[in-house]
């Protein structure tokens, strides 16, 4: 660490950690607080929870755009953090402390806000430590270590998650996030001594754009075209948040669109190359981002949940189980793809029955339970699933960074945009894990076991691995140096983009009687961006080579 690496890399590392730990600890439990309709939650129909979900991530996602800007040309990236972070703080406190919608809306857009300034700042921070000679053959490794500190908050968060929802409820849970965001800034002020040196406003050059530009001529009008999409009569692509969304990204392209077209001899094939990677990167978010929603669905649905007897009382000590009997008591009514049904009134329709867990159980466990109705049943919490990923992250991270490093000793390390097309097609692959859960669940009439759900995220773990902190990596190699954070913005819009389509692909999770082919069309989507990456992977490769980069 103290010579392959700089000495900012620890307190970025845990910056980003705790910024992250606050950020999924309120996605892991975001959907189930909307739909939940018995202990406090927002009574959301599934659909709406859904649309609600990917809009906001998609947002979170799309400010970066201007934030980086904003960074590289007039705040600097320290301040910007401390923008964004004080801003992302508020919001998750407001989260917890507010139920009345507006301030629950406006909770939410202090964090969209405050993601733009942060987000890019300090990915962009990061690449600058390793521009300096001794770093510059690391910087893949270090963005990898990077895409580790940013799972393990993410592994974390869902545990501290359903600890603080099963001991004191959602609010207290989402308030939680709020205290990891400010532990996040004070561990940044810490080591601000070993980044000060990366905080470089590049100068404007002739040609540049403008920041009264980017409001007047970008800003404003997203801004107006988002109107246009959400007053539109009737829907377009399926909700009014949609429409706008689709809508307000239209400057925004065009913007980075032109931003290649007008760009100089030097800096247009590396910009063109960043913005093809853009374009196939979007449709691995708009996969991957379905844990939050489809997945979360099949663990909470679809998969046996039954803590084992050896851990019960160890997980029950610490408030880690979500508690169930197989009486029966006053229940919501749900259809038979488990969306609760409401009156004209909107309130959901209650009856005496028993809890939904107790649909889809195996024969055996339904006699088991019907000898002993009021016993109780310790499930694992639902959000918990959503650790699974970033645990796959902190297992497998040193062995694809172990595994190319070899490769590099070899001569044998594949370029970054090979391994970003590799990571597509590893994640393709995971769909149809999940297609195997179906068949194997008879398509939701028993639970799976939740092997399929670990298995699947293993492998799309894989392709993230190689996907993710690669794409940072490449726009902080290839992008023109005083274009840097804004380059960053526009990694972070493909993935907002992405972040919209995972809800708008689950938010179809109803039209599927089967539910294989749900996770065939992902397969589909996946395989096509890969078959799309391959054909310009010959020209990206030329690209890295004439810059002297790999």
Known sequence: ????????LPYLFFTEMWERFGYYLILGIFVLYMIDSEKGGLAFDDKNADDIFGTFIALTYLTPFLGGFLADRLLGYIKAIYIGGFLMGLGYLG????????????????????????KPSISTLLGNLYNEEPYKAN?????????????????????????????????????TAGVGMFVGLLVFSIGRQHILQANVLKPAQEGDTKISDVLVKVFLPAVIFGLIGWFI????????????FIFACIPVIYFYVML?????????????????????SLMFWAVFKQNGTALTRWANYYTERTVPKAIEKPLEAIYLVDKKDYLDKEVSVYDDQYQVKKDENGKALKEQGKDIYFRNVSEAERAKLEANPSQTVNL????????????????????????????????????????????????????LVMVGAVYAGQNGLVKVSALWLIAAYGVITVGELCLSPMGLSLVSKLSPPRLTALMMGGFFLSTS?????????????????????????????????TLLGL????RLNKIMKEKGVN
């Open 1 to 8: 660490m103290k010579t392959k690496h700089p000495k900012g």
């Open 95 to 118: 989260i917890g402390f507010f139920k009345e919608l507006p301030l629950f809306y406006a909770s939410l857009a202090l964090i969209i806000i405050g993601n733009g300034f942060f």
């Open 139 to 175: 910087k893949d490794a270090g963005y990898n270590i990077f895409y580790m500190g940013i799972n393990i908050g993410a592994f974390v968060c869902n545990i501290i998650a359903a600890f603080m929802r099963n001991k004191y409820g959602w609010g207290p849970a989402f308030m």
């Open 233 to 244: 009569p009737n829907n377009i692509f399926g909700s009014d948040s949609t429409d706008a």
């Open 260 to 280: 290649y077209v007008k760009a100089n001899a030097e800096d247009k094939k590396p910009i063109g190359a960043l913005l093809a990677i853009f374009a196939v």
């Open 380 to 431: 694992y919490n639902t959000e918990l699933f959503q650790s699974i990923n970033p645990g796959w992250v902190i297992l497998l991270t040193p062995v694809v960074v172990a595994f190319f490093m070899m490769l590099r000793k070899k001569g044998k390390e594949p370029s970054t945009p090979s391994k970003i097309v590799l990571g597509l097609f590893i994640s393709a692959l995971s769909c």
């Open 497 to 529: 983009i992405g972040n919209k389509l995972s809800g708008v692909l689950a938010s179809f999770w109803y039209d599927y009687d089967n539910k294989a082919n749900f996770f065939i069309v992902n397969f589909g989507l996946l395989l096509l961006a």
């Open 535 to 538: 054909s310009i992977l010959k």
